[in-house]
C-alpha cells in the first residue's frame, strides 16, 4: 500500500517562498512520474508540476506557475520536492502530490491529507 505524505505547507507573505516535501512509502518511488496538484477553495484540482521517473531529468509546469515553481525528486529519500518562490495570494491552495499514470495527467493513487499554503498579507 503506497502512502503519500505532504509537508512543508503554512502561511507566507506574497513574495515569499516554500518548499513542500512529499514523501513517498511502499513502492518502488524511482520508477514513478510524479506531479504536484492543487486545490484552491472553490476550484477543481490542478496539476501544477510533473517531473518524470528516474533522474527526473524532464519536468514540466502549468502556466500559472512557469519561472516561480521548481520541481525535483531525492530517489535515494523517496521524496518529490516543491520549490514556491515569489509566491502570490493565487497560489493559495491546499497542494498535494501523487504518482501519475503514464502519459497522462491522471493521478495513480488516492490522495494524501495535503498540506496548506496560504499566501496574504
Known amino acids: 500500500q503506497v502512502q503519500l505524505v505532504e509537508s512543508g505547507g503554512g502561511l507566507v507573505q506574497p513574495g515569499g517562498s516554500l518548499r513542500l516535501s512529499c514523501a513517498v512509502s511502499?513502492?518502488?518511488?524511482?520508477?514513478?512520474?510524479m506531479g504536484w496538484y492543487r486545490r484552491a477553495p472553490g476550484k477543481q484540482r490542478e496539476l501544477v508540476a510533473r517531473?518524470?521517473?528516474?533522474?527526473?531529468?524532464?519536468?514540466n509546469y502549468a502556466d500559472s506557475v512557469k519561472g516561480r515553481f521548481t520541481i525535483s525528486r531525492d530517489n535515494a529519500k523517496n521524496t518529490v520536492y516543491l520549490q514556491m518562490n515569489n509566491l502570490k495570494p493565487e497560489d493559495t491552495a491546499v497542494y498535494y502530490c501523487?504518482?501519475?499514470?503514464?502519459?497522462?495527467?491522471?493521478?495513480?493513487?488516492?490522495w494524501g491529507q495535503g498540506t496548506q499554503v496560504t499566501v496574504s498579507s
Open positions: 511502499g513502492g518502488i518511488f524511482s520508477i514513478y512520474d
Open positions: 501523487n504518482r501519475l499514470r503514464i502519459g497522462t495527467d491522471v493521478p495513480f493513487y488516492s
Open positions: 517531473i518524470d521517473s528516474g533522474s527526473g531529468s524532464r519536468t
